[in-house]
């Protein structure tokens, strides 16, 4: 939305159509249709319902981003994907205030690690869990954080 258009869009765009994970088709319930997806319309009709109200109830989308999906068009598209997310396995070892710590397992004083570098609490069968950082990521931040905070305050 904010930067320049993807180089060789339609080139890629005809390419993911030809390897069978983008559909494309001239309605919703015609795309509802190609791929399977039953409830799209209902879906579709009740997210273009908020864009109207200017308020998404469901995921509380900021107003500004609310976009009407049914909007006249002659082409629709869907895209086949798996989201995710990477982590490390392993990575700096850190304790319950995820403080780095050094080979004796001491915190190292001011050297926090948050997010997906937390890697410490990452161990099977987490790797096959897709998106089971993100509440790690959001977590650490927040008592990295704070523990950053009572540092300085005590610095």
């Known amino acids: 939305m904010f930067n320049a258009p ?12 030809e390897e ?11 795309l509802a249709e190609v791929t399977g997806l039953e ?6 009709t009740e997210y273009d319902s908020y864009v109207a ?16 999906i049914e909007d ?19 990575g700096p070892r850190t304790d319950e205030q ?13 050297l926090y690690v948050a997010g997906v570098e937390n890697g410490s609490l ?3 069968p987490y790797y096959a869990v897709g998106g089971s950082c993100s ?9 990295a954080a704070k523990a950053m905070v009572e540092y300085i305050a005590n610095a």
């Open 39 to 44: 409830a799209l319309p209902e879906t579709v």
């Open 122 to 124: 990452f161990c099977s």
């Open 135 to 143: 509440g790690l990521s959001q977590a650490s931040g927040r008592v």
């Open 6 to 17: 993807l180089a060789n869009f339609d080139a890629n765009l005809a390419s993911a159509q």
């Open 72 to 90: 006249g068009s002659t082409a629709y598209y869907a895209f086949e994907y798996n989201p995710s997310a990477f982590n490390t396995f392993g």
């Open 98 to 110: 995820c403080r780095a710590l050094d080979a004796n397992s001491d915190p190292i004083p001011g």
């Open 53 to 68: 109200a200017g308020a998404d109830p469901d995921f509380l989308k900021d107003p500004a981003f609310l976009q009407p």
């Open 20 to 30: 069978g994970w983008c559909f494309k088709a001239s309605s919703i319930a015609e």
